[in-house]
T-cell receptor, first 113, second 109 residues
Framework: ETGVTQSPTHLIKTRGQQVTLRCSSQ?????VSWYQQALGQGPQFIFQ???????GRGNFPPRFSGLQFPNYSSELNVNALELDDSALYLC????????????FGPGTRLLVL | AQRVTQPEKLLSVFKGAPVELKCNYS??????LFWYVQYSRQRLQLLLR??SRESIKGFTADLNKGETSFHLKKPFAQEEDSAMYYC???????????FGKGTTLSVSS
């Protein structure tokens, strides 16, 4: 069984740029959730994708967008990067949408200068 | 509003001592509660969830609806328990996990 993988592991961008983060879900999982974890904070829910449709969204602006592909992998896109977007971005996959255990990837650390 | 509060940023204990990591929550209805753990250089992983009532690695957690708490306990701490612990609950839609800020547990010999 393959776990959740994320790429890249680290990246550095400048303010105003755009970034795409990628996530491959665990084998057999059809749901992907994205979280932002700022330094010293717990993860904050960005949104969830279930069978290629957005299934819930946290309190993040529209410049945070996502996609899920037919193989259930997912992308998180952030436009017009701001300094406060510097964080660890976590992807989690699960086998359903409601209260199923979410399995986390190692995260992508984004630094915005 | 749904919220999880972990009042302690850091908890330091000696090996063999009892451990209690505190978690309080605010939620309308019956929450589904979790403890996640992150060991050094490892990914965030589920430790236990309320609904399964399991004891994992000697840890237990009891839901107290009157006090809106879900404290994590272990009678005898081990050095390998040193990690960051997050309490979490699912939102009303059952979609998102809402996390506390986490407590670092440090167990020394």
């Amino acid at each position: 069984e393959t776990g959740v993988t994320q790429s890249p592991t680290h990246l550095i961008k400048t303010r105003g740029q755009q970034v795409t983060l990628r996530c491959s879900s665990q084998s057999g999982h059809n749901t992907v959730s994205w979280y932002q974890q700022a330094l010293g904070q717990g993860p904050q829910f960005i949104f969830q994708y279930y069978r290629e449709e957005e299934n819930g969204r946290g309190n993040f602006p529209p410049r945070f967008s996502g996609l899920q592909f037919p193989n259930y992998s997912s992308e998180l896109n952030v436009n017009a990067l701001e300094l406060d977007d510097s964080a660890l971005y976590l992807c989690a996959s699960s086998s359903g949408t409601t209260q199923e255990t979410q399995y986390f990837g190692p995260g992508t650390r984004l630094l915005v200068l | 509003a749904q919220r999880v509060t972990q009042p302690e940023k850091l908890l330091s204990v000696f090996k063999g001592a009892p451990v209690e990591l505190k978690c309080n929550y605010s939620y309308s209805g019956s929450p589904e509660l979790f403890w996640y753990v992150q060991y050094s250089r490892q990914r965030l992983q589920l430790l236990l969830r309320h609904i399964s009532r399991e004891s994992i690695k000697g840890f237990t957690a009891d839901l107290n609806k009157g006090e809106t708490s879900f404290h994590l306990k272990k009678p005898f701490a081990q050095e390998e328990d040193s990690a960051m612990y997050y309490c979490a609950l699912t939102d009303q839609a059952g979609t998102a996990l809402i996390f506390g800020k986490g407590t670092t547990l440090s167990v020394s010999s």
